[in-house]
């Protein structure tokens, strides 16, 4: 049995900014509320007074930021619902208190009320709203990592829609197939059912494509995921033309999005292991921010495409590296640092900063200058905010400090980067194999400078297997690092 909520626990609540006044409200209406509790139904003004008076009440303290005071009347008020054998009003309380649970993350409170929600839309024939409490247990089914569930849960979303015949003038049915369809993917996906997922999204796209009043963000969405998987699936060349594709869904409408969506696409060239092609798509990136910054008005957007373009520099700047053009590659670092240290003041300017300065150690390194590259690779650990970005510029500052014959300092770094990665692999292979992989390596180094050769071996081995195996899946991609690797078992 839930408490009931009394007056004076909202006494000395701090309420939101809202309109209208929560306080004014609780002032008319709980002594309405309080009456009629306490009060024969048959003598009520209307049949349904109090929970009505109870829904208006709810719908207030959630404006006011009161969820938990809300929760306990929603479910006073379902109570009284639920007597009066109304199920429209019923339904919608359900709707309310699903959403209220969900904002209160208690997502394992939440599921029965959305799957009740779901059955009594469907016996209504409230379509939408049936198809909406589905999406909702979808979600739930996720957040509390029931995640098989999730999956068929939004298959049969899916299936529902695709059966579900709508008015004529209802134009939005199939826009709203190609949103649970992604959503399906994105479940599928989750469980490791890749194929499958690549054909939902296949669906999807061809929909997309035949949308062109859309503004390309959901065609751009659903090949960039597209794209993700087929590289997963080593299907390269359908990789890289679904995520052209993806690119020009903007290009074709002239979208101010393209600017950004030229570095992903750079990503994801590198990741099929087309350097150049992915420098070309960095530069013209970088051009368009530039572009776009100049014309920046404002403060507030000035600093937003100031870091927008640190951003894409320090892409630039890594799609320079991989080519073996240094100089330029420092240039551009040098450059996001300049425009990022004008930020640094911000959460996200220290996060560019901090990706600026540990991108340029690693070219350092390439270029030997070994000081400067472990002082800006000591900036990047520092200024970095999260356990992965530290991880990275740890790993880089150990083999700098290495060159150095600082190898105490090289070892320590180095041992807790490959352990953070071992870690972070053992939860998601695919994501960090290459990571850890190349910490391996650099550890192995760091082992044959200080001649500790049994450590040394242990660590190439398990860096060379891992990089064999990941240049089976993927050569274009990994020969570079699994001949690095070579390099250094070679020093043995």
Same mark, same amino acid.
């Not at 589905?134 to 999730?150: D, M, N, P, S, V």
């Not at 880089?396 to 083999?399: C, L, S």
């Given at each position: 049995?839930?408490?009931?909520?009394?007056?004076?626990?909202?006494?000395?609540?701090?309420?939101?900014?809202?309109?209208?006044?929560?306080?004014?409200?609780?002032?008319? $209406?709980?002594?309405?509320?309080?009456?009629?509790?306490?009060?024969?139904?048959?003598?009520?003004?209307?049949?349904?007074?109090?929970?009505?008076? @109870? &829904?208006?009440?709810?719908?207030?303290?959630?404006?006011? &930021?009161?969820?938990? @005071?809300?929760?306990?009347?929603?479910?006073?008020?379902?109570?009284?619902?639920?007597?009066? &054998?109304?199920?429209?009003?019923?339904?919608?309380?359900?709707?309310?208190?699903?959403?209220?649970?969900?904002? $209160?993350e208690l997502y394992d409170?939440?599921?029965?009320?959305?799957?009740?929600?779901?059955?009594?839309?469907?016996? @209504?024939?409230?379509?939408?709203?049936?198809?909406?409490?589905?999406?909702?247990?979808?979600?739930?089914?996720?957040?509390? &990592?029931?995640?098989?569930?999730? %999956?068929?849960? /939004?298959?049969?979303?899916?299936?529902?829609r695709r059966a579900y015949q709508p008015a004529k003038k209802d134009r939005s049915a199939p826009f709203q197939l190609a949103h649970a369809q992604s959503e399906h993917a994105h479940r599928l996906t989750t469980i490791g059912e890749y194929e499958q997922a690549a054909d939902v999204l296949e669906e999807a796209a061809a929909f997309w494509r035949q949308q062109p009043d859309e503004d390309g963000v959901r065609l751009y969405t659903v090949l960039d995921e597209l794209s993700a998987l087929q590289l997963r699936l080593g299907r390269f060349d359908e990789a890289r033309q679904s995520h052209v594709d993806a690119v020009d869904a903007f290009r074709r409408r002239g979208d101010a999005n393209? /600017?950004?969506?030229?570095?992903?696409?750079?990503?994801?060239?590198?990741?099929l292991g087309l350097d150049q092609e992915a420098l070309r798509a960095s530069q013209e990136s970088v051009e368009r921010y530039r572009v776009l910054a100049a014309q920046a008005e404002g403060r507030a957007m000035v600093m937003k495409l100031d870091l927008r373009l640190a951003l894409v520099l320090i892409s630039l700047a890594s799609r320079l590296h991989d080519v073996g053009r240094l100089d330029e590659s420092c240039a551009a670092s040098d450059e996001a640092i300049a425009l990022a240290t004008k930020h640094a003041d911000r959460a996200v300017g220290r996060t560019e900063l901090a990706r600026a300065w540990a991108n340029k150690a690693?070219?350092?390194?390439?270029?030997?200058?070994?000081?400067? %590259?472990? $002082?800006? %690779? /000591?900036k990047g650990v520092e200024l970095y905010e999260t356990p992965r970005g530290k991880a990275m510029a740890r790993n880089?500052? /150990?083999?700098a400090s290495a060159r150095l014959r600082q190898y105490d300092v090289a070892l320590e770094a180095s041992l807790r980067s490959v352990a953070e990665y071992r870690e972070w692999h %053992?939860?998601?292979?695919?994501?960090?194999?290459?990571?850890?992989? !190349?910490? @391996?390596? !650099?550890?192995?180094?760091?082992?044959v400078l200080r001649a500790e050769r049994a450590e040394a071996e242990a660590a190439i081995a398990e860096s060379l297997v891992m990089h064999q195996e990941l240049v089976v899946r993927n050569p274009g991609r990994y020969q570079r690092e699994l001949d690095r690797a070579r390099a250094v078992a070679a020093q043995l």
């Open positions: 049995m839930i408490e009931r909520v009394r007056r004076e626990e909202t006494r000395h609540r701090e309420a939101e900014d809202c309109y209208p006044d929560p306080y004014k409200i609780i002032r008319i $209406q709980f002594p309405v509320v309080e009456a009629l509790r306490d009060t024969p139904r048959e003598t009520w003004p209307q049949r349904d007074a109090l929970p009505a008076a @109870l &829904g208006f009440l709810s719908e207030t303290f959630e404006d006011a &930021g009161w969820d938990d @005071l809300a929760r306990r009347l929603h479910y006073e008020e379902l109570e009284l619902r639920r007597a009066t &054998g109304r199920t429209i009003g019923v339904r919608r309380v359900l709707s309310s208190l699903r959403a209220n649970l969900f904002r $209160q409170e939440a599921l029965p009320i959305a799957q009740e929600e779901h059955a009594l839309a469907k016996e @209504l024939g409230e379509h939408e709203v049936s198809f909406t409490a589905q999406y909702w247990i979808t979600e739930l089914l996720g957040e509390l &990592g029931r995640h098989e569930e999730a %999956a068929r849960n /939004a298959g049969e979303c899916v299936a529902a393209l /600017a950004s969506a030229l570095t992903n696409h750079a990503n994801r060239l590198h990741d690693s070219v350092l390194i390439s270029r030997r200058a070994y000081a400067e %590259a472990a $002082q800006a %690779a /000591a880089t500052f /150990a083999v %053992a939860d998601d292979p695919y994501a960090y194999a290459h990571l850890l992989a !190349d910490a @391996l390596t !650099d550890h192995a180094l760091i082992r």
